[in-house]
């Protein structure tokens, strides 16, 4: 067993006030990644790089773009062959109308026991508690084995350069689990769906809105490969059907740009469009197999809509070019995630959320994708998702996490670590 003066000795050392103090000094900084406003991660990294050599730890920052730093923290215990990484982005997304918002997106105000600002949920106040945890970990000289590194990456919310980054330098070699910290109300996430992101591109003519028969309308072929998206989803439901924790596959059209570029008017044909489209995968289901399919909707629907304009034609009397074309782009390709329940970071987290909580621990799973989605397919690295907020509460306005929830999310953390490096292997 661990004994209760080896935990006690960590809590001790997780300071609430320092806790808040630091959430909120990381909430007031805008890192929406904006270069047209000139906002960016820089001034979030340089922060927690300042903080983390104040407590003493060995930190690096590596630039990954221009303005867009990680920050990597490392803290090593008595050799071991565990090294557990907790990981947190310091990019948040844009608040938007700032006017509609009730708090200041950037004032981390406090009212009762929430802390309002864009980033105190997802994922700010998660990264701060991590970063307490392992301050904990430092001061308090527990008896461990292995080390902790603590990821703190850009660009999460977007093509996650960062996490990318950090794998090609080769920081997560060493790695045998992760920690990823996002706001799962205390959920423990064992898997997270998959994402494979695509962009049609039609080409047809563009011609006046009163002669159509000049030019030749793209709208039918976004149609049909609307259809056929569907089509896919409803074999995937029919097949796979709804998992236990991610819920159900789905294949999402969520832009349609006709024209692809430049200002729409009502009296104009466009001559190009431009279909998006978000696909998001469950376990069973096979990425290239997809990729696949979506290529033979491609030729396929060229094919029916050259065919379909000839047919027309040739009932109006009308001679034109048919020479519709129809690309297709893969911007993103992520698989779906699972690490099995018996792998020791999942006990490790169980353990410490049940110690801390007197609670059975929940499993679940991410909705979304997020940086562990590399970590775990290009290096192999078992992940767990979890932390403090409510989770339908990223990207909305007037965001806000629970304190109390956080300050027990950091003890979480910190637990889970001596359970994860405890020299025992017993436990």
Not at 353 to 378: I, N, R, S
């Amino acid at each position: 067993m661990i004994p209760n003066e080896l935990i006690e000795k960590v809590l001790k050392e997780i300071d609430p006030d320092k806790l808040i103090d630091l959430t909120s000094d990381l909430v007031k900084i805008n890192s929406v990644w904006d270069p047209a406003a000139g906002t960016s991660e820089q001034k979030a990294a340089e922060y927690v790089l300042n903080w983390a050599r104040q407590q003493g730890f060995e930190v690096q920052m590596d630039e990954v773009a221009p303005s867009r730093p990680n920050v990597i923290i490392a803290l090593s215990f008595a050799p071991g062959e565990r090294t557990l990484m907790f990981e947190g982005h310091t990019d948040v997304v844009t608040p938007g109308d700032t006017s509609a918002w009730k708090y200041d997106p950037f004032g981390a105000q406090i009212v009762g026991r929430r802390m309002y600002g864009r980033g105190t949920n997802d994922t700010k106040g998660n990264l701060a508690a991590m970063l307490i945890a392992m301050a904990a970990l430092k001061k308090s000289g527990v008896n461990l084995a292995g080390k902790i590194t603590g990821g703190v990456l850009c660009d999460e919310e977007d093509q996650m350069l960062g996490v990318k980054d950090f794998i090609e330098r080769g920081h997560a070699d060493e790695i045998t689990a992760a920690i990823i910290c996002e706001p799962e109300d205390g959920l423990i996430c064992i898997t997270q769906k998959g994402a494979i992101r695509a962009c049609f591109t039609i080409s047809g003519k563009m011609s006046h809105g009163a002669m159509p028969l000049s030019g030749l309308n793209t709208a039918p072929a976004v149609a049909r490969i609307i259809h056929a998206l569907h089509d896919l989803e409803l074999e995937a439901v029919r097949m796979l059907g709804r998992d236990e924790f991610l819920g159900w596959p789905s294949f999402t059209p969520t832009v349609i740009q006709a024209p692809a570029s430049g200002a729409p008017q009502l009296n104009v044909m466009p001559g190009e469009a431009r279909l998006l489209v978000d696909i998001r995968t469950i376990p069973g289901q096979s990425h290239p197999k997809m990729i696949n399919d979506l290529n033979l909707i491609t030729a396929e629907i060229q094919k029916q809509i050259c065919n379909h304009y000839e047919e027309y034609d040739k009932q109006l009397d009308v001679k034109r070019n048919h020479d519709l074309r129809i690309g297709l782009e893969i911007l993103t390709d992520r698989p779906y995630t699972l690490t099995d329940r018996t792998d020791p970071i999942v006990e490790a987290t169980c353990w410490a959320t049940h110690k801390l909580t007197q609670k059975e621990p929940v499993y679940a799973g991410v909705p979304g994708a997020t940086d562990g989605t590399f970590l775990w397919a290009l290096k192999n690295i078992p992940i767990v998702t979890m932390g403090a907020g409510d989770r339908e509460v990223p990207h909305q306005k007037d965001e806000w996490v629970d304190l109390d929830q956080l300050i027990e999310t950091a003890k979480i953390y910190a637990v889970s670590a001596v359970h994860y490096l405890n020299p025992n292997k017993e436990n």
